[in-house]
Structure formats: structure tokens, C-alpha cells
């Protein structure tokens, strides 16, 4: 169980998150949904260790991890696709999915990744992660990375984003193929189409926890809403 | 191949080498046109329909007339070897190419200077590409860890032909390195100088690439790529001159630096012409720290993360 414990984030004096709590059990899926500014990516950013938070902490089965940096993290099963994945000069898409082969992967189990996010193997698995690839092209990828991976904890960054109209499709293909892996799906996203395919849901907004539940209810409220921000900084 | 019986053992060493390397041997076969350079000898020579290499020896090298006739196509590369086996001394090679109309060749230069402790190569070439004609040219180094080199290479290419020019230094060092190329071109004229390099200790590293569009639809790409390491000093400058109706050209440098190296680019655009289109981006710093979380993120430490890039970076 992944826990975010009381968790606030201070940049330039400016509180981006006040003391959020979330949990995220074992083989679920969670969106966490909010407009944009609300503090998700930042949220994000803390659960992989790439921000320390200001206040609170980050509990792994019980365990405090708040100190933990990004690759001791990984290597306990919390990784993330990135909302802009980065280009590569001179790497292939093979190479990458298998981290420059430190991650043991049959040629099988990558064709497999990348045809189920949509890229025929023959055609991307030798191309370079250039400039040549449009940033779907490199979305799809990054989901892909993270099929080989198989974390505990699959942490996926606005996965829709930049994204055709097939992307409700793909999110619900990988939310089936992460659950039978026994991965627990952490969705940010600020589309609550795409959060309600998750089990559960968090809203926030401006940095504050809004809501959580089923994703059902939680999607209903934000519309309600209309994901406007309840809370103004400054506001008792 | 004719081999001249004297020269045998120097060689038979190259060929060790080229295995030892990882390079590609069959360049040594009796299909490929060659010229194989050890010092100041030419220890082999081979010619096949279409291409014709005349050597001469000079001074403290050799000098090379490479004449690929009209619409010549050839299934192989044309080997370049020059080769330098002792420790101290100072080689100088001078390539003329020249290739007819709508032909199409590779060249594979590949220089060797394995126990350089204390030697100056100087590589000077001059290549024309005929009208409609592609010409490849791969140059790649294996030295020791005393080498000064300084290469020029001005190409030409004619109407409608296309240079592709590739320099790597990555996997060995040399100590000092000048490199310049030019590449002027007719109308509709195509050039892509691309260079490589990794300096390490206190390397220092002189890159010039020079672009003349002087053609109208003539376009051009200069590339280079430098990681400089530890104590070493790094200079590239690349130009790019906007000449001809139309003509477009783009000037990318890329410096990855690491511990106290120190590192300087300079771009170079200008126009004379007003239908004419030049761009340019350049980066030097640390690595990409996107780049490096975003591997992290998956398991590898910053070192690994770090090296995979630089390795993609490279060509590695």
C-alpha cells in the first residue's frame, strides 16, 4: 500500500499542496482528477521521489520512503509515464523499453508492449526516440516502458494527452492488461471521462483534497462542479 | 588486393587491428577498391570497374587521386586506410576525389594509429561530387593516446548531387584535434556534415564546419556533437552562408559537458540573399535533467541514466 501522509509542497513561498492523504492499495486503479494548477503533477512528481514535500511524508507498506530518491523508488515498484515524454538522440525504441538492456526483456514481450499501445513492432521497435516521432508516438512509447517494466505502482501522467480518439480505448486496454499484472494504476488526468474508467477517484483543487470514492462519484461531483477550484488561496 | 611483398607484416598488423577493433575486415577483399596507407607507403592498392586510385608517395605521406567515372554504382564501400604504427612522427595524406555524373558511393576512411604516443597526422581532402551523384563518407579513428590531428576537407558538390559526410572521435582520443570541412553547393545541392566527438583529460578540440549555399534550392545541415569530459577544451564553430535563391540551411551543435571541461560554440548564419532561409540550436550544459529522472524513473541510477544518453548521443 502506497500512502501520501499529510503531504504539503511550498515553492517560492507559494503552498502548492496543503496536507493531502491518499492511499492506493494493491492491484486497484486511481484517478486523480483536477483542473489544471491543481497540484496533480506535483503530486505525482512527490509519489516518485523527484520533489521531497515540505510537510508530511510517503509511506511504502508501512515503510517511510520520504527520503528516497528517484531510482530507489523505481526500484521498489513506483514509476511513472511522463505527461511530455523526453526525446533521445541516437536511442532506439527497443533500447529504451529495455533501459539500454539492464531490463531483461524477450523480443516477444516488446512486441507485445508495443502493439498493444498501438505501434507495429516492425516499424518502431529499431526507430530512434527523435525528433521524428510526434509526441503521441512518444506517449505511446512511454506507456509502453511501463508495460515491459511491470511496476507495483504505474503512475500515468495525463496519459490521453496529445493522443488521438482512440486514447479512451488504449486507457481502458492498459487499465485491464495493469490489473492483471497486479500493478496499482495511478491516473492523473483532468478529463473525468477518462478518470471514471479508473476503480477509485481523488479531486483536487488547488492543492487541496476535494473529494475521493468511487470514481463514479467523484466524476459526478467534479461536473457538478464543473472542476471549478473551491478552494482560493487567501480564502478562510 | 595487390600487395606490395614487402610490406606484409605492416599489413597483417592493420588487419589485427581492424579485428581487435571490431572494424570491418572485409573491406580488405578483392572486391573492394582500396588504398591502404602505413606511414609513408602505400602497402596496398586495388581498383575495381569505375573506380580508379592512383597513389604517390611523398614526403612524410602520401598523396591519392580517386576518380570514380560516370554513373558508376558500386555494391562495397571505397576503403580509405591510412595507417600509422609507430609511436612518434608525422604523417600527412592528401585525398583528391572525384566523382563523374550520377554515381553513387560510399567511402570508409578509417585511420590507425594504435601506439600514437607522440604523433601529428594531417589529412587533407578535396572531394567533388558530379552532378546528380551521392557520396558517403564515413570517417572513423582508432588511436593511441598521443595523436595531434588536424583534418580539412573541402567538398563541392555540383547541380543536384548530395554529400553526407561523417566524422567520429568517440571511442579513442586525440589529444589535439583541428577539424574544419567546407561544403559548397551548386543549385539544388544537398550536404549533411555531421561530426562527432568525446574529449576526455585535457583534450582540446577544434571543430570549423563551413556551409556555402551558393545554389539556388540548394539546402545543407552541419552537425555536431561534443561531450567533453574532465580537463578538456572544446571549440566549435559552425557557419553557414545563405547565398542562392531559396537556398536553406539549418546549424545544430550539441555540448554535453561533465566535471571542468570547458566549452564554446559559436553559430554563424549569414545572409546574402533574401529568398534564402537559415536556422540554428545549440545547447551546452549538463545532461537533460528530464532526460536522466525520466530513466531514473524506471529503475537506473543517475550514472547509468547518464551513460545511455551520452552513448545515444554518440552513435555508440
Given at each position: 500500500?502506497l500512502c501520501l501522509?499529510?503531504v ?9 499542496l496543503?496536507?493531502v492523504n491518499m492511499t492506493f492499495r494493491?492491484?486497484m486503479s486511481y484517478s486523480i482528477l483536477g483542473?489544471?494548477?491543481a497540484g496533480k503533477?506535483t503530486i505525482a512528481?512527490?509519489l ?107 503512475i ?29 494504476v495511478i491516473l492523473i488526468t483532468h478529463?473525468e471521462?477518462?478518470a471514471?474508467?479508473t476503480d477509485f477517484a481523488y479531486f483536487v483543487c488547488?492543492g487541496r483534497l476535494v473529494k475521493k470514492g468511487f470514481s463514479?462519484e467523484v466524476v459526478?461531483y467534479y ?14 | ?316
Amino acid at each position: 500500500m502506497l500512502c501520501l501522509r499529510n503531504v504539503g509542497y511550498v515553492k517560492n513561498g507559494r503552498k502548492i499542496l496543503h496536507g493531502v492523504n491518499m492511499t492506493f492499495r494493491e492491484g486497484m486503479s486511481y484517478s486523480i482528477l483536477g483542473p489544471n494548477g491543481a497540484g496533480k503533477s506535483t503530486i505525482a512528481k512527490i509519489l516518485i521521489g523527484e520533489l521531497k514535500p515540505t510537510s508530511g511524508g510517503v509511506l511504502l507498506d508501512g515503510r517511510d520512503i520520504t527520503g528516497l530518491g528517484v531510482t530507489e523508488r523505481a526500484r521498489l515498484g513506483i514509476s511513472m509515464a511522463w505527461q511530455e515524454p523526453a526525446r533521445y538522440e541516437g536511442i532506439r525504441i527497443r533500447e529504451y523499453l529495455t533501459l539500454g538492456g539492464k531490463l531483461k526483456a524477450e523480443e516477444d514481450e516488446i512486441r507485445e508492449a508495443l502493439e498493444l499501445v498501438g505501434l507495429p513492432y516492425e516499424l518502431y521497435a529499431g526507430r530512434m526516440i527523435d525528433k521524428t516521432l510526434s509526441g503521441g508516438e512518444r506517449k505511446r512509447i512511454e506507456l509502453a516502458s511501463l508495460l515491459l517494466l511491470k511496476p507495483r505502482y504505474a503512475i500515468l501522467d495525463e496519459p490521453d494527452s496529445g493522443l488521438d480518439i482512440t486514447a479512451g480505448e488504449l486507457i481502458e486496454e492498459l487499465l485491464g492488461r495493469f490489473r492483471r499484472a497486479g500493478t496499482t494504476v495511478i491516473l492523473i488526468t483532468h478529463h473525468e471521462e477518462i478518470a471514471g474508467k479508473t476503480d477509485f477517484a481523488y479531486f483536487v483543487c488547488a492543492g487541496r483534497l476535494v473529494k475521493k470514492g468511487f470514481s463514479r462519484e467523484v466524476v459526478d461531483y467534479y461536473r457538478k462542479t464543473c472542476g471549478r477550484c473551491l478552494f482560493v488561496e487567501g480564502s478562510p | 588486393m595487390t600487395i606490395k611483398v614487402d610490406r606484409v607484416k605492416e599489413y597483417e598488423a592493420l588487419l589485427d587491428i581492424y579485428e581487435r577493433e571490431g572494424l570491418d575486415k572485409s573491406l580488405f577483399g578483392d572486391r573492394v577498391a582500396a588504398i591502404i596507407i602505413s606511414g609513408d607507403r602505400i602497402i596496398g592498392l586495388n581498383n575495381v570497374p569505375g573506380v580508379e586510385i592512383k597513389g604517390e608517395e611523398i614526403e612524410n605521406g602520401v598523396r591519392a587521386d580517386v576518380r570514380i567515372a560516370d554513373g558508376v554504382e558500386l555494391p562495397f564501400p571505397i576503403h580509405l586506410c591510412t595507417g600509422y604504427l609507430k609511436g612518434e612522427g608525422y604523417q600527412r595524406v592528401e585525398f583528391n576525389i572525384t566523382v563523374g555524373r550520377n554515381s553513387r558511393v560510399k567511402f570508409t576512411s578509417h585511420c590507425i594509429f594504435p601506439y600514437a604516443e607522440d604523433f601529428t597526422h594531417e589529412a587533407i581532402s578535396r572531394i567533388t561530387v558530379g552532378e546528380n551523384s551521392s557520396v558517403i563518407y564515413d570517417d572513423e579513428h582508432v588511436h593511441g593516446e598521443g595523436v595531434r590531428m588536424i583534418s580539412r576537407t573541402e567538398v563541392e558538390v555540383k547541380a543536384g548531387g548530395r554529400y553526407t559526410g561523417k566524422f567520429t572521435l568517440t571511442r579513442h582520443r586525440a589529444r589535439e584535434l583541428k577539424l574544419e570541412m567546407t561544403a559548397k553547393l551548386a543549385e539544388r545541392a544537398v550536404a549533411e556534415l555531421t561530426s562527432k566527438v568525446k574529449a576526455v583529460k585535457d583534450d582540446s578540440v577544434e571543430i570549423r564546419e563551413v556551409l556555402l549555399l551558393e545554389g539556388a534550392h540548394s539546402r545543407g545541415d552541419l552537425k555536431s556533437t561534443v561531450i567533453a569530459f574532465d580537463n578538456s577544451k572544446v571549440n566549435v564553430v559552425n557557419e553557414a552562408y545563405g547565398l542562392g535563391d531559396y537556398a536553406k540551411g539549418h546549424i545544430e551543435c550539441h555540448e554535453v559537458v561533465k566535471e571542468k571541461a570547458d566549452v564554446q560554440t559559436v553559430p554563424l548564419l549569414r545572409v546574402k540573399n533574401d529568398k534564402a532561409e537559415l536556422t540554428h540550436e545549440a545547447s551546452i550544459g549538463r545532461i537533460n535533467e528530464a532526460q536522466l529522472v525520466q530513466l531514473m524513473a524506471k529503475g537506473l541510477t543517475e550514472e547509468e541514466a547518464a551513460e545511455l544518453i551520452i552513448k545515444g548521443l554518440l552513435g555508440e
